[in-house]
C-alpha cells in the first residue's frame, strides 16, 4: 500500500504560480509512477503529469508542457509539480496518484489517490 497527501493549492491570479506537493508514504521502496490529475467541475479527470522515481523520466499533457514541471525528491518520497503561468482554465482539484507497473495517463491505471488540493485561478 502507497499512501499519498497532497498540498500546496492555493488562489492566484492568472499568470501567477504556485507549487504543489506530493508525499508517499508506505510501500514506496524501489520503483513507482507518481502522477498529478486534475478535475474541474462537471468535467472528467484530466491527467496531468508523471515522474517514474526510479529514473526521473517525465511526462506531461501538452496542455501544460512549458508551463509546469515536475520533479521529486527522493530523500523526502515526495514530488512536486511547479506550476507556472496559470491560467483560468487550470482551475481545478488536483490530485496526486501512484502506481508500481507504469506511468499512464488515464485514471484506472493508477491504483493510489490523495485527497485532492484546490487551485484556483483567477482572470
Known amino acids: 500500500q502507497v499512501q499519498v497527501v497532497e498540498s500546496g493549492g492555493g488562489s492566484v491570479q492568472a499568470g501567477g504560480s504556485l507549487r504543489l506537493s506530493c508525499a508517499a508514504s508506505g510501500s514506496t521502496y524501489g520503483s513507482i509512477c507518481m502522477g498529478w490529475f486534475r478535475q474541474a467541475p462537471g468535467k472528467e479527470r484530466e491527467w496531468v503529469a508523471a515522474v517514474w522515481t526510479g529514473g526521473g523520466s517525465t511526462y506531461y499533457a501538452d496542455s501544460v508542457k512549458n508551463r509546469f514541471t515536475i520533479s521529486q525528491d527522493n530523500a523526502k518520497n515526495t514530488v512536486y509539480l511547479q506550476m507556472n503561468s496559470l491560467k483560468p482554465e487550470d482551475t481545478a482539484m488536483y490530485y496526486c496518484?501512484?502506481?508500481?507497473?507504469?506511468?499512464?495517463?488515464?485514471?484506472?491505471?493508477?491504483?493510489?489517490w490523495g485527497q485532492g488540493t484546490q487551485v484556483t485561478v483567477s482572470s
Open positions: 496518484a501512484a502506481d508500481r507497473r507504469d506511468c499512464g495517463s488515464w485514471p484506472s491505471e493508477y491504483d493510489y
